[in-house]
């Protein structure tokens, strides 16, 4: 794919403002019971009503998560659905033993993972200009970035879970290099977390753990 130029570049950024525009129009922020169940009242959940989660769903989850920003538009997160028996089995491997049931239990376990190799899609994601030259032959920065943009791809993949009505638990209790030999042999992903997806049992949940206050984690230069 060739990079756009001239007309094209120009007409793109008034689509891109026009968009923005109209986005603004529709509704200016979310309201507040909104907020509370992606962020302030949402819960990490352990326990799982048996109760499947639509495939179709799972498509919408993903949609909204590819629209979340990231640099160069680089998009290196995979998300890998376990779902199967046979699937839940070799997960299984590489969980420590108290994450087992947990996942067990779930409907749907995403392995959140990157494509180290994510550069070489660039053409197709950041058509402007030729990027891979950033990364070509500089495996190091390349597996920064990727880490960096695919957890960024995770925490939205949660919160938009959490906006179509389901509940989630991240789990990092398990081998990454277990899971990469089971699952990505061969291939240039590689894990970076758990996430369970479903409709949550809440007669699991204890007290909501505190969080910093503002003047404890925040400040200004």
């Known amino acids: 794919m060739t ?48 109760k499947p989660v639509p495939t179709e769903l799972l498509h919408q989850i993903y949609d909204i998560t590819a629209a979340g920003p990231t640099s160069m538009n680089s998009c290196p997160a995979r998300f890998i659905f376990v779902t199967s ?44 200009e030729d990027r891979r030259p950033h990364f070509e032959g500089k495996p190091a920065h390349a597996e920064t970035t990727a880490f960096r943009n695919g957890t960024l791809q995770g925490a939205y993949f ?34 970076n977390f758990l996430c369970n997806i479903g409709y949550a049992d809440e007669s699991a949940l204890f007290q909501k753990l505190p969080r910093f206050p503002f003047d404890k984690a925040c400040s200004f230069v």
């Open 85 to 128: 028996d046979a699937g839940k089995e070799r997960l299984a491997k590489s969980l420590k033993a108290k994450n087992i049931d947990k996942m067990m239990a779930a409907p749907v376990t995403a392995i959140i993972a990157h494509d180290l190799d994510f550069w070489t899609e660039l053409p197709f994601l950041f058509p402007h």
């Open 158 to 191: 949660m919160i938009a879970a959490r906006a179509l009505g389901l509940d989630v638990g991240a789990m990092s209790g398990f081998s990454n290099e277990i899971v990469d030999k089971e699952f990505f042999a061969g291939t240039s992903l590689r894990s």
């Open 3 to 50: 990079a756009l130029t001239g007309e094209a570049l120009d007409r793109a950024r008034a689509e891109a403002q026009k968009a923005v525009r109209d986005l603004r129009n529709k509704k200016t922020c979310l309201d507040e019971a909104s907020i509370d169940v992606i962020l302030t009242d949402a819960r990490s959940h352990y326990a799982w009503q048996d």
